[in-house]
């Protein structure tokens, strides 16, 4: 019996930079489907009121992001859990620095990585 996939949304100014890097760092986790979203009308992936509403969790990326989507996508956002993560917009795309900083501030709020199936099978055998 596999566990419920949880959506993950991650927001940040210009979806070009942090988010896309969470994204892409948090998409090898089997128990989870995740996307992301700039709040900036401008965004490579701008965030809609379908995302808002797709996403279990959101991680925001600054203050201010948090502050868009409350005023922006308010009825989206109920029953939502929001998680500002305070990432600074001075990294670069997949840069290790950023990546190590989102796996330790993301990951506290996400449930223990599931075993993969393959050690779990030898494991009951």
């Known amino acids: 019996m596999s566990a419920r996939v949880r959506t993950v949304l991650f927001v940040c100014s210009q979806n070009k930079l942090r988010s896309p890097t969470a994204e892409q ?5 089997e128990d989870l489907e995740v996307d992301s979203a700039g709040t900036n009308h401008d965004a490579e992936n701008p965030l809609t009121a379908e995302l808002v509403s797709w996403a ?4 925001v990326m600054e203050k201010a992001h948090r502050s868009k989507l409350q005023r922006h996508f ?3 956002l109920t029953g ?16 290790p620095e950023l990546v190590r900083l989102l796996e330790t501030k993301v990951s506290r ?3 223990a990585r599931p075993m993969a199936t393959e050690k779990r099978s030898k494991l009951e055998h």
């Open 25 to 29: 760092v948090f998409s090898r986790r």
């Open 109 to 111: 709020h996400l449930p």
């Open 56 to 59: 279990d969790l959101i991680f």
């Open 80 to 95: 939502k859990r929001v998680i500002f993560l305070d990432v600074p917009d001075n990294f670069a795309f997949m840069q």
């Open 74 to 76: 308010r009825a989206a």
